[in-house]
């Protein structure tokens, strides 16, 4: 029963979603938005591999996301072909997570999180001013293409292709792909011997370690295996809107939405973060263009995103710490009660 | 019988503050070995020295004849000792089944090649520490004796050579404690050597082939348990104040 | 260098000791520590570019409000989930955190602002070095604050119930003494000592809804470096981050002050979690 009507709801959503190219609906936007949906939807799965299933909150995964970003540019503008730089973006962020999760996993709870702001940004400043500690050393001067490698504050442009339209369009499939790769990863993890142990490591380190989990080893590949993912996205982010920043793809409000959207839409679940994902882009979306009138006082709306997941994560840590997922789950429960309430009473009359 | 476990001048210090000192043990194959001392008198810690916890200071601990004191814990796990926690540590969100199933995936048993599915494995010893019908329960719904019990049944899982039991039948009514005895004696008919630390004396009297006594971190008994319970230097130290109430124990 | 150094020190050692004695009650991580220096730096804006002020008063005015605003927040929002892992705690203060950026973004707009008063600019020598008095004025008050909170916590009873129940909470309770009363208390002291610091940091830099955050990870810094019990503690702890961040301007870059700071947080966190005492410890007696 429950199963077919999944299917009768997902099937034409999947179908839409595919569509959505063809249907140049107002002008590309919604294409735009499904890719930023996806892209997000990617990096929250990942997030939730590590602060979900292994319990560590990271507010540091900005790093990746960058590091996966300038990867793509620095060696497409050397002339490597893009796609190949796709891979090598996820690896090298991912060994990033092992430079800094090695040391940084042996902290606990509070401490891995503060230590996580700390370094994501620190590493956001050293990208910030990287050229120019280049320029004052004789021996990485190599490194500078024309005086520049990350282009400091200003950042680097990726030439645009002569057809746009059908690049984006491949770009909307590719990460797609990319989101149904993510969320298989994050479902075989959750079902298999790996999630098992990440899932004690959350419950008790301890009594994990006595049972002979290698809780060291299974946080840094959980923290490998999300920064590979969210490296990958920063990855392709680059490659469609060809142009980056530190302060956008290192900036804290980056790491931030990777944490508040598991949080927010159910953490620790599969579908909670992609519930949270979308969420997040429909607030952004709608807020940050909204404007409400109340007779004389127009209020700009733009800036209330913030404020929408500010609440809504005292709301959840208070009062439901699974997120939408846990609300939809009360109110089912609440919704059977009633019917199973109402055919008694019919029954009853 | 072989040795399996055994502790040369093992000691932990906390600080300033030395929990264990030169503390020298032996644990044979088959063998049920009971750890009792007053409160504080650093059980647990040495329970902690052998599972890699807190790993000794000065000393050695040799498994087989292997230097275990500088493994980790998982490790330690898998070569074949694993321990309960007197205070019971469940994965609280996770149900009884999975809790056992983390023990039967990642201990001595999988790694051997032994156990092929986790959940078979994990079903089996929910089955011999009489779970069964709580595998869907979340652990944290679980009452104490139940939580104790998987502790067990987790510890069990890993299909331990050395199973350290540290106060498992604390807090439980004497129903309760009968029963856990009873599952005591079947770990050992199935081949599992135990060291258990036990306040009451009951339970540790009636199970044990041989008691070691620690008292403010040093060992100063050691032999049969009737033997034991003579000795006028842990009648001071440990039944001496409340003689009476040590002997309404025996009763 | 150096006496700026000391005297942004002092400053440091004010807004650390906020966040030490909120974890040492309460083993809580306070990201909201940031949003109060945040409020505070506006509210002092306020108070002295358009209401006149007197910008060295207020600080002392302000700081009993926020006392107030952080037992609400204490009794109301974070005692819920008090017996919860540590983790949601911090996520808690982190969507309060976010939620005072965002009433600032609407009342304030995301523009930067800056408090300049006659006192500003204004220097003084004392034997070929010279000071600013702006500085010299928010040293002296923050070392006067924490003076007093010393005395507070040294010969009150409230005082002492907040040290006891940072040493051990349970033994605490039993002995009779209301211990959410204390953390109620000890969470309005630190927010009170974060707007000083916010409203003392508003007369030296520039500032935005997003301030704060960096001088929270600062924090961190300090209070992990000087460890959590002492005041003395705290205070060293922030000389030897002023002194870093001058040296690494001397030796560096500039631009990479803050970065020598959240990188010393990180270093500090994994290699002496014990703080500076743990390692004099470990040297002294190997
Ligand atoms: N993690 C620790 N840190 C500091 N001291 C400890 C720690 N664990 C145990 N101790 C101290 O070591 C001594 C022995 O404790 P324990 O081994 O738990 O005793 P027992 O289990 O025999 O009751 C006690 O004085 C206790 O306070
Ligand atoms: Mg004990």
Known sequence: MSR??????????????????????????????????????????????????????????????????????????????ALLTIPVAGMIASLYGLLWGYPCLRLRGQYFAIATIGVGEATRLLMLNLDDLIKNNSLLKGFLQKGVLTGGATGLMLPTPPDIQAYATAFYYGVMGLMFFALFVSWRVKNGKFGLGLFAINMDMDAAETVGVNTTRYKILALMLSAFLVGISGSIYAQYVFYIDPQTVFGFPMSIAMVLMPIIGGIGTLIGPVLGAVFYIVVQDRILTANLNLGLIKLSLSSLHLLVYGGLLVLIILFEPKGLLGVHHRFNIWWNKRKR????????? | MAILLEGRKVSRNFGGL?????????????????????????????????????????????????????????????????????????????????????GAFFGKGWVRGEVKDATQEALRVLEFTGLTSKANFLARNLTLPDRKRLEVARALATRPELLLLDEVVAGLNPTEVDRM??????????????????????????????????????????????????????????????????????? | MIVSAILLAGLYATMSYGLALIYGVMKIVNLA??????????????????????????????????????????????????????????????????????????????????????????????????????????????????????????????????????????????????????????????????????????????????FGRSHLLKGFCIVVLGGLESMIGVALGALVLALAEALSVLWLMPALQDFVSFALLVIVLIVMPGGMKELVDRLIRP
């Not at chain 2, 000792?81 to 999975?98: A, C, G, R, S, W």
């Not at chain 3, 004392?126 to 070392?143: E, H, P, Q």
Request: glycine share 10%.
């Open chain 2, 18 to 102: 030395a929990a264990l000192l030169n503390v020298n043990f032996q644990v044979r194959s088959g063998e049920i070995v009971g750890l009792i001392g007053p409160n504080g008198a650093g059980k647990t810690t040495l329970f902690r020295c052998i599972t890699g916890v807190h790993p000794p200071t000065f000393g050695r601990i040799l498994f087989k004849g292997e230097d275990i004191s500088k493994l980790m814990p998982h490790h330690i796990c898998v070569m074949g000792i694993t321990n309960t926690h007197q205070v019971v540590k469940p994965f609280p969100e996770m149900t009884v089944l999975d809790n056992v199933r983390v």
């Open chain 1, 4 to 81: 077919s009507w999944k299917l009768w709801v997902g099937g034409p959503v999947l179908a839409f979603l595919v569509l959505i190219p063809f249907l140049e609906l107002q002008g590309g936007y919604l294409q735009t938005l499904g890719f930023l949906t996806f892209l997000y939807i990617t990096m929250s799965t990942a997030w939730n591999i590590l602060g979900g299933y292994a319990g560590q909150t990271s507010f540091g995964h900005a790093t990746f996301y960058g590091l996966g970003a300038y990867t793509t540019c620095i060696l497409t503008l050397r002339g490597i072909p």
């Open chain 3, 33 to 210: 520590h940031a949003g109060v220096m945040m409020w505070a730096a506006y509210v002092a804006f306020i108070l002295i570019v358009h209401l006149g002020a007197n910008p060295f008063l207020v600080p002392i005015l302000i700081a009993p409000v926020f006392f107030v605003f952080g037992v609400l927040l204490q009794r109301y929002v974070v005692q819920r989930v008090m017996g919860a892992p540590p983790i949601s705690s911090l996520l808690l203060l982190f969507g309060v955190w976010l939620i005072m950026q965002n009433i600032s973004y609407l009342v304030f707009s995301g523009d930067t602002k800056a408090v300049t008063t006659k006192y500003t600019l204004m220097t003084f020598q004392i034997s070929g070095i010279s000071i600013s008095i702006n500085r010299l004025v928010v040293f002296i008050v923050g070392v006067l604050a924490l003076v007093v909170l010393r005395q507070f916590l040294g010969h009150t009873y409230m005082g002492k119930a907040i040290r006891a129940t940072a040493q051990d909470k349970e033994a605490s309770k039993l002995a009779g003494i209301n211990t959410e009363r204390v953390m109620e208390t000890a969470f309005g002291i630190g927010t009170a000592l974060a707007s000083l610091a916010g409203s003392l940091m508003a007369l030296i830099f520039a500032f935005d809804p997003d």
């Open chain 2, 181 to 251: 005895i009873r599952l005591i004696q079947q770990l050992r008919e199935s081949g599992i050597t135990i060291f258990m630390v036990e306040h009451v004396m009951r339970a540790v009297l009636s199970v044990s082939d041989r008691l070691i006594v620690l008292n403010f971190g040093e060992k100063i008994a050691e032999g049969p348990p009737d033997e034991v319970a003579r000795n006028p230097q842990v009648i001071e130290a440990y039944l001496g104040k409340n003689y009476a109430s040590g002997k309404s124990h025996y009763a």
């Open chain 1, 341 to 349: 309430r109402s055919l008694a009473a019919t029954e009853k009359a």
